[in-house]
């Protein structure tokens, strides 16, 4: 079965480090990648998504992720963050046999930014 | 602006009361999904549609129940048979495009349910 797994539940960086949320995926072949952050008390908002093609993607805020099908990961990466970058941000697989209609989400990981 | 509008913000039931979670959408999407999110869980599926009068249980399925008359509109109820309904409960819903890569879940700014 799917499953998707982000280690961390939770991290602290400086305003202006760099950041990178780890997230591994067990899935039979490339599944469909997403990731997405929520604000306390809203939706999840969509940042970037892979499915093919170039390994590395570019989302939206200065994000992007890299697909590395050796070791199923699909991490998420900023080289600067900012204070309103802390979030809730999740990973998220969809299976590309059942037509994407089911998507399985990590656990989430949450940004604490300090100043 | 299109868009997922999911109402009430906040909604709190009293025990062995069934209540109704709505989720409407103007984006023209064949797919609506149900989520349920506790601290610390991520988000876990309750239900899901990919058209009107039909649906398809997740993995959280019991206590729940839904509709999809309308394309646009796919409510929530949760009964009384639900023991532990206190959740922030999320709509989103997707467009399914013959043919192309899977499009991503846009969602509703959600429901928090509480218990009296």
């Known amino acids: 079965a799917q499953s998707v797994t982000q280690p961390d539940i939770h991290i602290t960086v400086s305003e202006g480090a760099s950041l990178e949320l780890r997230c591994n995926y067990s899935?039979?072949?490339?599944?469909?990648l997403f990731w997405y952050v929520q604000s306390p008390g809203q939706g999840l908002q969509l940042l970037l998504k892979?499915?093919?093609?170039?390994?590395l993607v570019q989302g939206i805020k200065g994000f992007e992720a890299e697909f590395k099908r050796s070791q199923s990961s699909f991490n998420l990466r900023k080289p600067s963050v900012h204070w309103s970058d802390a979030a809730e941000y999740f990973c998220a697989v969809g299976d590309p046999n059942t037509g994407g209609f089911k998507t399985i989400f990590g656990a989430g990981t949450r940004l604490f930014v300090k100043a | 602006d299109g868009g997922i509008t999911q109402s009430p913000k906040y909604l709190f039931r009293k025990e062995g009361q069934n209540v109704t979670l709505s989720c409407e959408q103007n984006?023209?999407?064949?797919?609506m999904y149900w989520y349920r999110q506790d601290p610390g869980q991520g988000l876990r599926l309750i239900y899901y549609?990919?058209?009107?009068?039909?649906?398809q249980k997740g993995d959280i399925a019991e206590g729940y129940s839904v509709s999809r008359e309308k394309k646009e509109s796919f409510p929530l109820t949760v009964t009384s048979a639900q023991k532990n309904p206190t959740a922030f409960y999320l709509c989103a819903s997707r467009l399914n495009l013959r043919g192309e890569s899977i499009q991503p879940q846009h969602f509703g700014d959600g429901t928090r349910l509480s218990i009296l």
């Open positions: 984006l023209n999407h064949d797919a």
């Open positions: 549609s990919q058209i009107v009068n039909d649906f």
């Open positions: 892979y499915f093919s093609g170039d390994t």
């Open positions: 899935y039979g072949a490339t599944p469909y």
